[in-house]
């Protein structure tokens, strides 16, 4: 079992940057990671994504650039940081985690991970 706590989320306003981390418990912190949102009134959507080494990244494609997840496997942590931030980057921020899966593959849907985390609340201000 695996339990994932997101913490990092609070009240920014637009232009300003927040590091969001999850530390992660259990046996299989090594596999795939992920980061989603899930804004008011519409479903959760992809945000980011690393591979098990954290070699191999991806990203909502409307993000790149300005969001960077990486990971410290000796810390059992995934980080996303979000610069530049919008009052659309208002959300609900969830960590998942998959339970194996190749070394250098990403994951984009939901359905692919295994685990998540409570969700940490960030809100954006205009």
């Known amino acids: 079992q695996v339990q994932l706590v997101e913490s990092g989320g609070g009240l920014v306003q637009a232009g300003d940057s927040l590091r969001l981390s999850c530390a992660a418990s259990?046996?299989?912190?090594?596999?795939?990671m992920g980061w989603f949102r899930q804004a008011p009134g519409k479903e959760r959507e992809f945000v980011a994504g690393?591979?098990?080494?954290?070699?191999?990244?991806a990203y909502l494609d409307s993000l790149k650039g300005r969001f960077t997840i990486s990971r410290d496997n000796a810390k059992n942590a995934v980080y996303l940081q979000m610069n530049s931030m919008t009052p659309e980057d208002t959300a609900v921020y969830y960590c998942?985690?998959?339970?194996?899966?190749?070394?250098?593959?990403?994951?984009?849907?939901?359905?692919?991970?295994?685990?998540w985390g409570q969700g940490t609340q960030v809100t954006v201000s205009s």
């Open positions: 690393i591979s098990r080494g954290g070699s191999r990244t």
């Open positions: 259990g046996r299989t912190f090594g596999n795939a």
């Open positions: 998942a985690a998959r339970d194996s899966g190749p070394v250098y593959q990403t994951y984009r849907s939901m359905s692919e991970y295994d685990y």
